[in-house]
């Protein structure tokens, strides 16, 4: 398709989700053979897991950082970062994903609504921030505590947990007049709801991902492609 134009006075709003990241050879959660096969979420990612067998969830999550290390940023990654080093204050970025490829490809105007992977906060919610933390912990009684002596846990939103940085988002779609979403299936909320958030306010809305997610309806275009493919040549910036 044609390329989307990005005005002087254009403030982007960008929404990734675990697409862009299964091109970096990641699974995506929701993958036949992806990374939660042979794994229930009620025993690895939600808060009675972690009463229940705090071991058996480091165990699944010092697994994904040990994949998340092997992960290299793909050319989707690196096109983002390049449009933000375009436009400065006039980009942001909202990840549900929980690994670093943003980052690492560039990427500063960023927050990780589910958590990131490489860190680590106090299961007993004291307060403290969290902490840079990318140990593979073979097991629990390697896991560190918080000065307070609460034990350490993934700084992952756990299902049943409210999305961190909701306020920030919220004010930021506000202010978009370009939202572009890449690699979600539209399925995940409040994720999901972030385009409807961004037509009221009058944006355009552009998905890219190998298929149309499920709220296709609700964007402006809907260009069909891995971001890798497409990302690089989607924008012209004026």
């Given at each position: 398709?044609?390329?989307?134009?990005?005005?002087?006075?254009?403030?982007v709003f960008?929404?990734?989700?675990?697409?862009?990241?299964?091109?970096?050879?990641?699974?995506?959660?929701?993958?036949?053979?992806?990374?939660?096969?042979?794994?229930?979420?009620?025993?690895?990612?939600?808060p009675e897991?972690?009463?229940?067998?705090?071991?058996?969830?480091?165990?699944?999550?010092?697994?994904?950082?040990?994949?998340?290390?092997?992960?290299?940023?793909?050319?989707?990654?690196?096109?983002?970062?390049?449009?933000?080093?375009?436009?400065?204050?006039?980009?942001?970025?909202?990840?549900?994903?929980?690994?670093?490829?943003?980052?690492?490809?560039?990427?500063?105007?960023?927050?990780?609504?589910?958590?990131?992977?490489?860190?680590?906060?106090?299961?007993?919610?004291?307060?403290?921030?969290?902490?840079?933390?990318?140990?593979?912990?073979?097991?629990?009684?390697?896991?560190?505590?918080?000065?307070?002596?609460?034990?350490?846990?993934?700084?992952?939103?756990?299902?049943?947990?409210?999305?961190?940085?909701?306020?920030?988002?919220?004010?930021?779609?506000?202010?978009?007049?370009?939202?572009?979403?890449?690699?979600?299936?539209?399925?995940?909320?409040?994720?999901?709801?972030?385009?409807?958030?961004?037509?009221?306010?009058?944006?355009?809305?552009?998905?890219?991902?190998?298929?149309?997610?499920?709220?296709?309806?609700?964007?402006?275009?809907?260009?069909?492609?891995?971001?890798?493919?497409?990302?690089?040549?989607?924008?012209?910036?004026?």
């Open positions: 398709m044609a390329s989307i134009s990005v005005a002087p006075v254009d403030r960008v929404l990734t989700g675990a697409g862009i990241s299964a091109e970096s050879g990641l699974p995506t959660f929701r993958a036949e053979d992806g990374l939660w096969a042979g794994y229930s979420v009620e025993d690895v990612c939600t897991a972690w009463k229940r067998d705090p071991a058996g969830v480091w165990a699944f999550y010092a697994a994904r950082r040990a994949a998340g290390l092997k992960a290299e940023p793909n050319p989707g990654h690196i096109a983002l970062a390049r449009l933000e080093a375009r436009l400065g204050d006039r980009f942001f970025l909202c990840t549900q994903n929980v690994d670093d490829l943003h980052e690492r490809a560039g990427s500063v105007r960023l927050v990780h609504m589910h958590g990131e992977l490489a860190k680590a906060r106090c299961e007993r919610e004291c307060g403290r921030p969290p902490v840079e933390d990318r140990t593979i912990y073979r097991s629990l009684d390697e896991v560190g505590r918080c000065p307070c002596g609460g034990r350490l846990r993934p700084h992952i939103v756990f299902f049943g947990e409210i999305p961190l940085e909701m306020e920030h988002i919220e004010r930021e779609i506000a202010k978009a007049s370009l939202m572009v979403v890449v690699g979600t299936s539209g399925s995940v909320y409040p994720a999901a709801n972030f385009v409807h958030w961004a037509r009221q306010g009058g944006a355009r809305t552009v998905y890219v991902g190998p298929e149309p997610p499920l709220n296709a309806s609700a964007f402006t275009h809907v260009v069909e492609g891995k971001a890798g493919e497409v990302l690089s040549g989607l924008f012209q910036v004026r």
